[in-house]
């Protein structure tokens, strides 16, 4: 089983839409939880960071359930500038500043 | 302020050369992460570098991979006899600390084709 599991994708969603990616994580001992997003041929950045309580960040609410090991990010009110892939990232709880990183699910938002 | 910069940004090498990748890391940030992508899949772990050490090397995939911090800022990762499973992204990120809840900002990577 892969360390970090991410929905395959690909989403193909219109304007203004809704869309939610999963991510599962196989170490419990995990402390830190991360979205990255990579566009086409460039380097990943930061999206936003996972907290326990949840958080949001104007259209990106990003949730961790711990009990499941999951992870998971909602867009709403998607825009074409969101097309993007999106990385779940999960730092190992063995060796802490390791960053594992998801295979990555691309999605494209149209008009 | 300038970001991670890695050199070269293409690199053409032929089966079973050797290369040297260069990673110049945001100053004042002490850890530093070497991964590798290929195409349609996320980053994979190959080193990360706490000050001059390295912290987890678990990911380099054999004895030819080498990467050395010496000063603690700039980093070279170098690949033996190369092969064509060698082809790749080689991304290089650096944080201000090692606890892995600080950002990681990456570099636009080193893309490496063996022929």
């Known amino acids: 089983r892969k360390e970090v599991e ?6 193909n969603v219109p304007e203004g839409a809704t869309v939610a990616f999963n991510c599962t994580y196989s170490n419990s001992a995990s402390q830190s ?8 041929r460039k380097e990943p950045k930061l999206l936003m960071s996972v907290y326990s309580s949840g958080n949001e960040d104007g259209r990106f609410t990003a949730q961790l359930n711990r009990a499941s090991q999951y992870i998971s990010l909602l867009i709403r009110d998607s825009k074409l500038s969101d097309s993007a892939t999106y990385l ?9 500043g390791k960053l594992t990183f998801g295979q990555g699910t691309i999605l494209t938002v149209h008009p | 302020g300038a970001g991670v910069s890695q050199t070269p940004s293409n690199k053409v090498t032929e089966k079973g050369k050797y290369v040297e990748l260069r990673c110049d890391p945001i100053s004042g940030h002490t850890a530093l992460y070497w991964y590798r992508q290929s195409l349609g899949q996320g980053p994979e772990f190959l080193i990360y570098f706490q000050g001059t050490g390295a912290a987890d090397d678990s990911g380099l995939p054999n004895d030819r991979f080498f990467a050395v911090r010496p000063e603690g800022s700039v980093s070279t990762l170098k690949i033996q006899r190369t092969e064509r499973g060698d082809s790749a ?4 990120a650096s944080s201000l600390g090692w606890g892995g809840g600080t950002e990681a900002f990456f570099g636009q990577g080193t893309r490496l084709t063996v022929v």
Do not use: A, E, H, K
């Open chain 1, 88 to 96: 779940c990232v999960v730092n190992s709880g063995t060796s802490y």
């Open chain 1, 6 to 11: 991410q929905d395959p994708g690909p989403f």
């Open chain 2, 89 to 92: 992204v080689y991304l290089c």
């Open chain 1, 33 to 40: 939880f991360f979205w990255y997003r990579q566009d086409c």
